[in-house]
């Protein structure tokens, strides 16, 4: 489309994941689900260590079990991890340390995550240099990290 401009939001993702935000818990027909906040989610990447690994589900049900939950929600918290991503990207430009290491998070089943900043081959990188392998992409689905059950944190 002629004259179009590409949307950028004008909000920083640092003020994203800072902004006041308050848990809730809902009942859904699957059950009490709880809805963290994205320092919350952000807390829990940050206490992956060097070597370690966590996956979204990982943080999902360490979050249902601690706030008395039977799941917690899965969109929410998929947004948070990528605002926390992007949020430690910032910090890295802005030269503000030391930042979340989001590429330990990996997507459900250990597949790395596309919409992290830099995408699968950024995550991957940092990935080999801490010590993983990383099986390649197979058809439709992401690289993922081999055996990656046996890294993952005690959240």
């Known amino acids: 489309m002629a004259g179009s401009k ?19 818990w809902e009942e859904t027909p699957k059950g009490r ?12 990447m940050r206490r992956v260590g060097d070597g370690e690994l966590t996956t979204v589900a990982h943080i999902r049900q360490h979050l249902a079990v ?27 430009r802005e ?5 979340t290491p ?12 596309g ?3 830099g995408g699968v081959d950024v995550q991957a990188e940092r990935l080999r240099c801490e010590g993983h392998a990383i099986a390649p992409a197979q058809g439709r689905k992401p690289p ?10 005690r959240l």
Do not use: H
């Open 6 to 24: 590409k949307f950028t939001s004008r909000t920083s993702w640092r003020a994203k994941l800072e902004r006041a935000q308050e848990p809730k």
């Open 33 to 44: 689900m709880y809805i963290p906040t994205p320092l919350e989610v952000n807390a829990l």
């Open 66 to 92: 601690s706030r008395g939950a039977d799941y917690a929600c899965p969109l929410c918290t998929g947004i948070f991890v990528r605002i926390a991503a992007e949020a430690a990207e910032e910090d890295v």
């Open 95 to 99: 030269g503000r340390g030391p930042i």
């Open 102 to 113: 989001y590429w330990r998070t990996l997507a459900t089943g250990g597949y790395l995550n």
């Open 115 to 117: 919409k992290y900043p």
């Open 144 to 153: 993922r990290v081999e055996e990656f059950e046996r890294w993952l944190a």
